[in-house]
C-alpha cells in the first residue's frame, strides 16, 4: 500500500528512518562507538550523545538526508516516485513546491549512493546488450545537429552516444544484472562473466562477435543466431535478458537527455526499482531508504 503518512507528516518520516537506520542499534557515526544515549531533539529528529567521543548528532547526521533544503517527507516522495512509478522529475517539481533543478541533484545524489551490484554467477547465464541514447548533456547543445539521415545501421558505441548496457540474467540465482559499458567487446564480456562458482560456466548468448571467443575452457558458449530467424532451442536462448533489457528504455525515458557519464547511477536506481517491484510499499519505501545509508 502507497505509505501516504510517510509523506504528509515530517514526524512519521522522521520515525521511519530512526527505525531503519538504527535496526541494529544506535552508533555514533563520528566515532563507531555504541556508548551513546538519547538526548533530546533536533526538530523532530531525535538527538543523541555519544559518551565515547562526546559529540551530538541525530537521525539525519551524515546521511544525504542531512543539510537538505527537502524536508525528510519531500526526499521520500521523491524517491519513492521515481523508484516505483518512474515518475519524471519535471512532474515531482509540479507536486513538492521545490526547483527542478534541486529536485534533479537530489534524485542523482540519492542514485550515486546505491552500492554497485556485486556479480557472483552460477549458471547458466544468458547476457544480452542494449544501446541507449545518453548524450554529453549541455555541451551537446553547441554542435550542429547531426544528420539522422545517415546515420549507420547497427550497433551503437559511447563515443557515438549509444552506450552498451549489459543484461545478465543468472537462470541460477534468478538474478538479474544491467551494467553500462563503454564498448561491447571480448574484454568487457570476459569481466562481467568473471565472478562463478563452477569450473566451467555455461553461458547463452546471440550471434554477435565479442561472445564468439567465449568458447574455451571456462566458458560453454551456446547460442541463437538470430538473423537465421532463431530464436529459441529448448534452453538455449535469451529471451529473459531480452525482456528485462527492453524495460530500460521506458525507464530512462521520462529523464530525458540524461548524459552518459550519469548512466550508471540511473542504472542502479533501475536495479532498485526490480528489486522492490512486487513489495508492499511500507516495505519497498523502507528498503530504498537503507540502499541510500
Ligand atoms: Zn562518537
Redesign the pocket.
Known amino acids: 500500500m502507497f505509505p501516504i503518512h510517510r509523506f504528509v507528516s515530517e514526524s512519521a518520516a522522521a520515525d521511519l528512518l530512526e527505525q531503519v537506520r538504527w535496526r541494529n542499534g544506535v552508533e ?1 557515526p ?2 563507531r ?1 555504541d556508548r551513546t544515549v538519547r538526548n533530546g531533539s533536533y526538530r523532530v529528529y531525535q538527538r543523541y550523545l ?1 559518551k ?2 562526546g ?1 551530538t548528532f541525530n537521525d539525519k547526521t551524515g546521511t544525504i538526508f542531512a543539510h537538505s533544503k527537502l524536508k525528510l517527507k519531500e526526499w521520500y516522495f521523491t524517491i519513492y516516485t521515481f523508484i516505483r512509478f518512474n515518475t519524471s522529475i519535471r512532474q515531482i517539481e509540479a507536486e513538492l513546491d521545490l526547483s527542478y533543478r534541486t529536485l534533479r541533484e537530489r534524485v542523482e545524489q540519492f542514485a550515486r549512493t546505491l552500492n554497485a551490484p556485486s556479480i557472483t554467477l552460477t549458471g547458466p547465464v544468458e547476457i544480452d546488450e542494449v544501446y541507449v541514447s545518453a548524450g554529453l548533456k549541455g555541451r551537446e547543445r553547441d554542435q550542429e545537429p547531426r544528420s539522422r539521415g545517415l546515420a549507420t545501421r547497427g550497433r551503437g558505441s559511447y563515443a557515438g552516444d549509444k552506450p552498451p548496457v549489459f543484461t545478465l540474467v543468472d537462470r541460477g540465482t534468478n538474478n538479474r544484472y544491467v551494467i553500462p559499458a563503454k564498448s561491447a567487446d571480448e574484454s568487457t564480456v570476459r569481466l562481467l562473466l568473471d565472478n562463478h562458482e563452477q569450473e566451467s560456466l555455461t553461458v547463452y548468448t546471440d550471434g554477435f562477435r565479442a561472445y564468439e571467443p567465449l568458447d574455451d575452457d571456462t566458458f560453454d558458449r551456446q547460442y541463437v543466431v538470430h538473423s537465421d530467424g532463431e530464436y529459441a532451442d529448448e534452453e538455449v536462448h535469451i529471451n529473459t535478458c531480452e525482456s528485462h533489457g527492453s524495460l530500460l528504455r521506458p525507464w530512462l525515458s521520462p529523464h530525458r537527455g540524461i548524459s552518459k557519464d550519469k548512466l550508471t547511477p540511473y542504472l542502479r536506481a533501475f536495479q532498485l526499482r526490480r528489486e522492490l517491484y512486487r513489495k508492499p510499499g511500507d516495505e519497498a519505501l523502507k528498503q530504498a531508504i537503507d540502499a541510500a545509508l
Do not use: L
Request: include cysteine; hydrophobic fraction near 0%.
Open positions: 555514533c563520528r566515532c562507538s555519544c565515547n567521543c559529540r
